[in-house]
């Protein structure tokens, strides 16, 4: 039968079973005692340098480097059903990496070879590349090492990535796992057992770990040291084998009694994420003496379901504060930032349309650029990103997470002014293209509230 059929077909089975299921599919991270998050303080805003007063700067002479072409990623896997009505508008995200099985379902359950496959279809027709976490508890070594062997070498399938485990921190606490006594340590050691008999097998492949299940970026004693404290015992004993570190950060809710995120939420938290990163590389630094490549596997504003509010995953207002923290973490160089999930009820789409979520992650994917550029903005709840295509044209991304329009200065300098093509998504547009505007070395723009608007000048 044709692959694309095929692939529907077996993803309608899949979405079938699951709406029978009894037990709904979430992260693993609803564990955590009520006054967990209480603590946690949120960064103040510091303005970043601008050249002109009350704008917006871009120094298109100015490289940073390249974006990863693994950065933009998500999650799936069996338990996550894929409405057949969204299987030809998957392909337009651009998604470069997903990450499968996605959740606590990998240390629930071992893949099938019919499930490992259509993970891989889903790949082909997706055009992102497949990063596999194996199982670990009731697992072993051995076990991971044939999951390796009969992928990349009986099926010659060429997977990459690999993790092992999925939010070791909550094994001594998660419903079914049964590790009441589990420590740091075990887990380091563990970890280096099954990582010692994959690359066995294959030793072509890049590993990435530990995936707790959070990381703060200041942490305290009362919360988040924990989470530290996983990560330290980890590259102590593994710093020789890891290839890419692994976090995992959802910052709502802040207690297990607090509701859904409101619109201040997402609009104060965006500044935690351009601290979060260097913290994590001066911990890597420290306890490794190297550099290594750092990743957020699985991100999403809220560990637990919500819909239907200000600042629900469905919500417009989201996408703003996602397309924020994508900017962010390009600016901090993340070698993955992979969204938690594509599909479900912690996706960027429903059963036929895609959220703001998936806009905004359509909008970088789209049209941003691969060569990340300077720029700075000096106004709080505004934001600016850059970058250059391979076309040499320039992308200035501005971002507007106030609930009011507001009126900036843009300052543009090595890079010739003239027609930007603009594209938008606020609440009037669902990323879409509208009127193209000139731009010259000094500008004003008009932003409308929240908002996400992507200029695109031609190359010279």
Known sequence: MPRLFAIALLSLLVFSLLACSAQPASPSIATEPASADAALPLPTFTPAPSPIPGGLYVDAGQSLGQVSPVFFGTNWGPWLGVPPTMLEVIPSLGINIVRFPGGRWGDENTPTATQIDMLMAFCEQWGAEPFINVRLVASTPAAAAEMVRYVNIEKNYKV??????????????????????????????????FAQAMKAADPSIQLVGPEVSQFIANPTEEYGQKYSDWLVAFLKTNADLVDIVSVHRYPFPQSMTAGAPLKEHLRANSAEWDVLIPRLRSIVREQTGKDLPVAVTEFNSSWVENAGGEGTIDSHFHGIWFADVVGRMINQDTFMLQQFAVTGRYGMMSRSELHSTGLAFQMFTRHFGTERI???????????????????????????????????????????????????????????????????????????????TLFILPGR
């Open 160 to 193: 990459r990535y690999w993790g092992i485990g999925n939010e070791p921190d909550l094994f001594p606490t998660q419903v079914g796992m049964r590790l009441p006594n589990y420590t740091p340590e075990q887990f380091a050691q563990d970890w280096r057992l």
């Open 374 to 452: 300077y720029a700075s903005s000096d106004q709080q709840y505004v934001s600016v990103y850059a970058a250059k295509r391979p076309d040499g044209a320039l992308t200035i991304m501005v971002i507007n997470l106030n609930s009011e329009p507001k009126s900036v200065n843009l300052q543009i300098e090595n890079f010739n002014g003239g027609q930007a093509e603009v594209w938008k998504l606020d609440l009037q547009h669902r990323a879409e293209q509208v009127t193209a505007q000139q731009l010259t070395p000094i500008n004003t723009l008009s932003l409308s509230p929240e908002s996400v």
